[in-house]
């Protein structure tokens, strides 16, 4: 059974830093690309960032130079630190993760963490 279990979610004020983990299991994680994405009230759920199965990253134009997206392999687990955080960051911040290969897609993801900029 494939579990992506988010953390590290909550309450910050604007300016602060929290970081996200995403622990995986039931996958073979090294060959699975990773991902963040949030979802605000009332829109889309968004990419936020991304890492491959070989580390490398991508970053949505919101978040660049404020938030770092990482792999540890011996802990199957992804984490996303997230400095300088603004109101607009608000949302629920999911796990991603994703395998394609000729034959199939396997896409799975977390329950979820949501995270709050506030003063």
């Known amino acids: 059974q494939v579990q992506l279990v988010e953390s590290g979610g909550g309450l910050v004020q604007p300016g602060g830093s929290l970081r996200l983990s995403c622990a995986a299991s039931?996958?073979?994680?090294?060959?699975?690309?990773m991902a963040w994405y949030r979802q605000a009230p009332g829109k889309q759920r968004e990419l936020v960032a991304g890492?491959?199965?070989?580390?490398?990253?991508n970053y949505a134009d919101s978040v660049k130079d404020r938030f770092t997206i990482s792999r540890d392999y011996a802990k199957n687990t992804v984490y996303l630190q997230m400095n300088s955080l603004k109101p607009e960051d608000t949302a629920v911040y999911y796990c991603?993760?994703?395998?394609?290969?000729?034959?199939?897609?396997?896409?799975?993801w977390g329950q979820g963490t949501p995270v709050t900029v506030s003063s």
């Open positions: 991603n993760a994703v395998r394609n290969t000729a034959l199939r897609r396997d896409d799975y």
């Open positions: 039931g996958i073979i994680f090294r060959i699975y690309d």
């Open positions: 890492i491959t199965s070989g580390s490398r990253t």
